[in-house]
T-cell receptor, first 114, second 113 residues
Framework: KAGVTQTPRYLIKTRGQQVTLSCSPI?????VSWYQQTPGQGLQFLFE???????NKGNFPGRFSGRQFSNSRSEMNVSTLELGDSALYLC?????????????FGEGSWLTVV | AQSVAQPEDQVNVAEGNPLTVKCTYS??????LFWYVQYPNRGLQFLLK??????LVKGSYGFEAEFNKSQTSFHLKKPSALVSDSALYFC???????????FGAGTRLAVHP
């Protein structure tokens, strides 16, 4: 069974540009969540989607957005990039909406903003 | 608000010795607790979780964790450390009702030959 797949793995963008990251969850998983990892702030929750609906959102500016498609694949977008957006962006998936189900992570997308 | 604390930035241990990585939590109600490991330039790998039941949870790669409700702790342990265990370890608590994890700051484990 394939794991959580994220593309692209590495990318470099210029300040002011926008970026779209993609995530394919484990087959059968309907919940997808996104996290930002930086050396200074650690792992921070961005948002979660379940059955194409955003269920929960972290404390990030509106420049960060996401969506989920009917096949459970998800994308996140960051507009008007800032240097501080340089981070590892991790996607995670889980089979059900809550309870004790394990949350599995992808390898991440490394974003560098110059 | 739920939170997790990992009091040690780094843990050093000699290969073959037992290791412990500490985690304490603050939640309302019964916690759902997780441990993940991150190798350099990689994503997070699931190690183990506590949902309910036995306080000693066994996970991947020989790791186990002990849930202690009275001390609100969920320490990660391994009887005999390997150099290949050197990595960044994260403790996390699940936000009830959502697939949202609240992470500790992480503990870097260094196992020396």
């Amino acid at each position: 069974k394939a794991g959580v797949t994220q593309t692209p793995r590495y990318l470099i963008k210029t300040r002011g540009q926008q970026v779209t990251l993609s995530c394919s969850p484990i087959s059968g998983h309907r919940s997808v969540s996104w996290y930002q990892q930086t050396p200074g702030q650690g792992l921070q929750f961005l948002f979660e989607y379940f059955s194409e609906t955003q269920r929960n959102k972290g404390n990030f500016p509106g420049r960060f957005s996401g969506r989920q498609f009917s096949n459970s694949r998800s994308e996140m977008n960051v507009s008007t990039l800032e240097l501080g957006d340089s981070a590892l962006y991790l996607c995670a998936s889980s089979s059900l909406g809550a309870s004790g189900n394990t949350i599995y992570f992808g390898e991440g997308s490394w974003l560098t903003v110059v | 608000a739920q939170s997790v604390a990992q009091p040690e930035d780094q843990v050093n241990v000699a290969e073959g010795n037992p290791l412990t990585v500490k985690c304490t939590y603050s939640v309302s109600g019964n916690p759902y607790l997780f441990w993940y490991v991150q190798y350099p330039n990689r994503g997070l790998q699931f190690l183990l979780k506590y949902i309910t039941g036995d306080n000693l949870v066994k996970g991947s790669y020989g790791f186990e964790a002990e849930f202690n409700k009275s001390q609100t702790s969920f320490h990660l342990k391994k009887p005999s450390a390997l150099v290949s265990d050197s990595a960044l370890y994260f403790c996390a608590v699940r936000d009830k009702g959502y697939n949202k994890l609240i992470f500790g700051a992480g503990t870097r484990l260094a196992v020396h030959p």
